[in-house]
Nanobody
């Protein structure tokens, strides 16, 4: 079971990026999925989560209105559209699959993790 995150890069403040996460098994259509990030010297933090069918989403307060999480279960894909990027969004971003169907903010509720993709936002 593997998750492969991609789409990171370097952008200027105010720019946009779209992260993708490919899941190796269709099992993930039954599981909540999430995006987390970890900046240098900081703990990993929850960014966004989406329930198994996409009906429920939740976000870290600082990204609400700027980031959009979505999924395509037919393609085993998870996405994170990031707009109006700020320097504080700079981090390694990880996709993860939850143990259950809900979109949970607690990292301990996720049991599969991708390898991470670097996002760097500069002014």
């Amino acid at each position: 079971v593997q998750l492969q995150a991609s789409g990171g890069g370097s952008v200027q403040t105010g720019g946009s990026l779209r992260l993708s996460c490919a899941a190796s098994r269709r099992t993930f259509s039954n599981n909540g999925m999430g995006w987390f990030r970890q900046a240098p010297g900081k703990e990993r933090e929850f960014v966004a989560g989406i329930s198994w069918n996409g009906a429920s989403t939740n976000y870290k307060d600082s990204v609400k209105g700027r980031f959009l999480i979505s999924r395509d279960n037919a393609r085993n894909m998870l996405y994170l559209q990031m707009n109006s990027l700020k320097s504080e969004d700079t981090a390694v971003y990880y996709c993860a699959a939850a143990r259950k169907a809900a979109a949970a903010p607690q990292s301990e509720l996720y049991n599969y993790w991708g390898q991470g993709t670097q996002v760097t936002v500069s002014s």
